[in-house]
């Protein structure tokens, strides 16, 4: 299902209502979100969260209003107060800089973050006062577009970036490429993968429905969180095969080497395979 995740609850916790709302035994999600961040939460149950990988692989979108003048330990509005600065770009100086934080770009994660370091988070470290040395990454911003100034002490973004990307590290470094320092104030997912704002539901009115049938209706498809993934038709025994774990032999009209597909049969999900060359391997089995 697909959370409207409100500002103010963790992700984990959020997984956990709604999993007992559906009295699942099993639940996962598809990208944490922080807990002053809102937005599509992919939350799935059972069987589905064979999927979650493929889900937090996938493209995110989000809008942000970065603050300018303030520098924050966590480079969001909850943490500390560390630097300031009187200056504050022109619009002019915003979009001319936009173009350096495009494509595959080295960021800095943040210090207040999920990455472990020596087998601890990072934001535990931060926390204890402790030193924490983390190493920059690549990461793929496709999209940044600046929307316009509330006031001149904000601005509103929205970016359309890959896997591992931290929205707060990225309003971090255009403050200080503008030559200010700068926190998020605001940080709203509007996509993750395949998902989208509009079909997402709050927790609010999914409590509301409170009842099981009612519930199910607010429920997508398991093969949804797929649906970036290429569909290939197989037949009965190919699907016994496939739910046992066995290879299937490929046939003129199978994908290419080392690519990733959803085996169905008809409407049914069956696995996640790939072909190396000679047969459909199974990565993900599915017992729907």
């Not at 979108?61 to 603050?67: D, G």
């Not at 990072?122 to 926390?127: K, P, S, T």
């Not at 395949?194 to 409170?210: C, M, Q, T, Y």
């Not at 003129?252 to 190396?276: H, I, N, Q, T």
Request: aromatic share 4%; hydrophobic share 45%; net charge positive.
């Amino acid at each position: 299902m697909i959370l409207d995740k409100p500002e103010g609850l963790g992700s984990t916790p959020a997984v956990g209502r709604v999993r007992r709302l559906f009295g699942a035994q099993k639940a996962g999600h598809g990208g944490t979100l922080d807990p002053l961040a809102s937005g599509v939460l992919p939350i799935a149950l059972g069987e589905a969260t064979k999927t979650v990988p493929f889900v937090m692989d996938g493209r995110k979108e989000y809008r942000f209003t970065l603050r300018f003048g303030e520098a924050r330990s966590t480079e969001d509005r909850e943490g500390e107060v560390t630097a300031t600065s009187e200056a504050r770009p022109k619009d002019s100086a915003i979009a001319a800089v936009i173009p350096a934080f495009l494509g595959e770009i080295e960021q800095m994660p943040p210090v207040f973050s999920a990455l472990k370091v020596d087998g601890r988070r990072a934001y535990d470290l931060a926390r204890a006062g402790e030193a924490v040395e983390l190493k920059p990454r690549r990461v793929l911003i496709e999209r940044l577009e600046f929307l316009g100034r509330p006031d001149r002490d904000h601005a509103d973004f929205v970016v359309g970036c890959g896997k591992g990307t931290y929205i707060r590290s990225l309003g971090r470094d255009l403050a200080v490429a503008l030559g200010t320092v700068g926190h998020l104030s605001m940080l709203r997912r509007t996509v993750a993968g395949p998902f989208r704002e509009a079909a997402a539901i709050s927790l609010p009115k999914l409590e509301a429905l409170g009842h099981i049938p009612a519930l199910f209706g607010a429920l997508a498809p398991v093969a949804t969180a797929l649906d970036d993934i290429p569909a290939l038709a197989v037949t009965e025994a190919q699907a016994d095969r496939l739910r046992q774990g066995q290879p299937v032999l490929l046939t003129r009209d199978a994908p290419p080497s080392g690519a990733l597909v959803r085996a169905e049969l008809g409407d049914r999900l069956v696995a996640l395979v790939r072909s190396d060359g000679a047969a459909l391997q199974p990565v993900r089995v599915f017992n729907l």
